[in-house]
């Protein structure tokens, strides 16, 4: 094996890795993958996090896409501090 | 509070029904109650590879269809009692499923199980369309190999877009179980390592299960490897994922066998 690899003649491990990242990027933007939506949906729960305290399993992100328009509709709930305001921290 | 999950893959002979065996039986061997479900109507296996083939009297599709109540068709484990299998029917189709039906009896399911767990079909069609429909979380079954991490691929943008969880636009878990892995090839640079297929389907990893003889042996006398052979290897690797399912944080190591150096010495490997 190692003389192979003096030889050079590669691994194909990393020709197989290679290939699929190519084709799988290529797939997933053909089916418009709502992988966006799980993307958009951690990135809209971090910002949000930060100033205020969300229980993650009452979030629901929804995109609908029509031929015109497409919606995102981002469904969440806010614990409610103590003091009953939303506490924004700087 | 009951979780029904769906083990499904894309591609056929990764190790869906060999995984749903092992993994009911895991969590049935730790106390809970666990019922495995096969949606696979015309080429039932799960109950071959239970050692329940010839218990099998109604199937899903029969209850489905009112033929038979739930408790006629639900087969008990010989070997551990809190596992329960319903079977799929042989003679009938896919078409004989309907949207309705599964999720009547799914629900019927969840007020009797701590687990119910789905053997999908392959495919990307009906079948294992219905087998996710109801899912909770799933379990992503896949060789390292490209064929299959293209599929497990397809199959999770499905997950996304085609369960009742992603249409109310709640989070679909989906969880990585890896099988046949060959740690050595793996080493040598001959296959795909766990981190690439991480790296390229980025979901988390719930198990990896090594290629092994302990898993044929089980399913040629019907029994679930984590029953048939506790203390192997993929056993050990398929009740560990058991106990990630359930919750707790173990640590993800890569499982091999442990030669003795009579075992270097003379031991063999196919392939």
Same mark, same amino acid.
């Given at each position: 094996? $190692?003389?192979? $690899?003096?030889?050079? %003649? ?22 418009? !993958? ?6 958009? !949906? ?13 229980? !993650?399993?009452? %979030? ?31 | 509070?009951?979780? #029904? #999950?769906? #083990? ?11 995984? *749903? ?14 019922v ?21 009297v109604y199937d899903l599709v029969n209850v489905i269809q009112g033929h038979a109540n739930l408790s006629q068709a639900l087969i ?8 329960y299998?319903l079977p ?9 499923? *309907?949207?309705?039906g599964?999720?009547r009896v799914i629900a019927e399911l969840?007020t009797r199980?701590? =687990? ?46 085609? *369960? ?6 709640? =989070? ?5 179980? /890896? ?14 390592? *766990? ?9 988390? /990893? ?45 640590? #993800? ?19």
């Amino acid at each position: 094996m $190692k003389l192979l $690899k003096f030889l050079g %003649v590669r691994d194909s491990a990393p020709v197989a890795r290679e290939r699929l990242q190519i084709l799988l990027a290529h797939e997933r933007s053909l089916v418009g !993958r709502s992988d966006l939506v799980a993307i958009l !949906r951690e990135e809209i729960l971090q910002v949000i996090a930060k100033h205020c305290a969300i229980d !993650r399993d009452k %979030v629901r992100v929804k995109m609908a896409k029509g031929d015109t328009l497409s919606t995102l509709e981002v469904d969440l709930e806010i614990r409610a501090p103590a003091s009953g305001t939303i506490a924004l921290a700087s | 509070m009951s979780q #029904v #999950v769906v #083990v499904t893959s894309g591609k056929g002979g990764v190790g869906k029904t060999t995984s *749903t065996a092992a993994i009911g039986a895991a969590l049935a061997q730790s106390g809970q109650n666990v019922v495995v479900v096969d949606f696979d109507v015309g080429l039932r296996n799960l109950d071959l590879i239970l050692g329940a083939e010839r218990r099998v009297v109604y199937d899903l599709v029969n209850v489905i269809q009112g033929h038979a109540n739930l408790s006629q068709a639900l087969i008990r484990d010989k070997r551990c009692e809190t596992l329960y299998l319903l079977p799929a029917s042989q003679t009938r189709d896919k078409d004989a499923l *309907t949207e309705e039906g599964v999720e009547r009896v799914i629900a019927e399911l969840r007020t009797r199980f701590d =687990w119910v767990i789905c053997d999908s079909p392959a495919g990307i069609e009906r079948g294992a369309q219905l087998a996710m429909r109801h899912a909770d979380l799933a379990i992503i079954v896949t060789n390292p190999e490209v064929s299959s991490v293209r599929d497990s691929d397809r199959i999770i943008g499905l997950l996304d877009s085609k *369960t009742v969880k992603a249409e109310r636009g709640e =989070w679909m878990e989906k969880l990585l179980l /890896l099988t046949r892995y060959d740690h050595a090839r793996a080493q040598r640079g001959d296959m795909l390592k *766990t981190e690439d297929v991480l790296e390229i389907l980025s979901i988390p /990893l719930l198990g990896i299960i090594p290629e092994s003889q302990d898993v044929l042996r089980a399913s040629n006398v019907g029994a679930p490897v984590t029953l048939n052979n506790p203390t192997s290897v993929p056993a050990k690797a398929y009740m560990d994922a058991a106990r990630r399912l359930r919750g707790e944080a173990l640590d #993800v190591t890569i499982p091999r066998d442990k030669k003795g150096i009579m075992g270097m010495l003379f031991g063999r490997k196919a392939a």
